[in-house]
């Protein structure tokens, strides 16, 4: 059964930090990963999606890894800034289903 | 990205009635949807996997006698979560896409039984 685990589980730092996301999960047999952005009480803004094939992918500040063989995404947010403050979260295509993490909940503060 | 709509965004209702949660891809089609709850403090999780035409696939532990999923078309399915109890309350949101692609979701329905 696939489990993906997300950490740190919270995350607190000043404006203009880099900042360094953890997923990992237990079964290497993944079609995608795709990293989401959730605002409290909101739904799901897709930021990055790696095939399996794939070893990164870059949009703006947002840099995501996949070490497939190992089980591990990374996110890297370049100089962090107040309205990246939200839930990120790590899912993975497994077979026909779509398995998310526990998230990380990031605020940057002034 | 595609553009999913799903309404309504937040639902009060009273413990014993039923609510419709409608989603709406706008921008494409597709033959497979599904539904997911999400907790408070907790990550999403998979209730149900639906394709146009068939009845939907539930998840271990999800009651589809309460979760009535009707996938009317290409662009459109609702959920329906009947006789709803306070430990219903969740945030329900929806997601289109085939199974292995890059998933849209819609914006969520937050529910709160009383």
């Known amino acids: 059964k696939q489990e993906v685990t997300q950490i740190p589980a919270a995350l607190s730092v000043p404006e203009g930090e880099n900042l360094v996301l953890n997923c990992s999960f237990t079964d290497s047999a993944i079609y995608n990963l795709q990293w989401f952005r959730q605002d409290p009480g909101k739904g799901l803004t897709s930021l990055l999606l790696?095939?399996?094939?794939?070893r990164e992918q870059t949009s703006g500040r947002l840099n995501a890894s996949l070490d497939k063989s190992s089980g591990r995404s990374t996110l890297y947010i370049a100089a962090s800034q107040p309205g990246d403050s939200a839930t990120y979260l790590c899912?993975?295509?497994?077979?026909?289903?779509?398995?998310f993490g526990t998230g990380t909940r990031l605020q940057v503060f002034p | 990205g595609a553009v999913v709509s799903q309404h309504p965004s937040w639902v009060i209702c009273k413990s014993g009635t039923s609510v419709k949660i409608e989603c709406r891809s706008l921008?494409?089609?597709?033959?497979?949807m599904f539904w997911y709850r999400q907790f408070p403090k907790q990550s999403l999780m998979l209730m149900a996997t639906s394709n146009e035409g068939s009845k939907a696939t539930y998840e271990q532990g999800v009651e589809k006698d309460k979760f009535l999923i009707n996938h009317a078309s290409l662009t459109l399915s609702t959920l329906t979560v009947t006789s709803a109890h306070p430990e219903d309350s969740s945030f329900y949101i929806c997601?289109?896409?085939?199974?292995?692609?890059?998933?849209?979701f819609g914006q969520g329905t937050r529910l709160t039984v009383v």
């Open positions: 790696i095939q399996s094939s794939q």
């Open positions: 899912a993975v295509h497994n077979t026909d289903k779509l398995i």
């Open positions: 921008d494409f089609q597709a033959t497979t």
């Open positions: 997601r289109w896409g085939h199974t292995n692609t890059e998933a849209f």
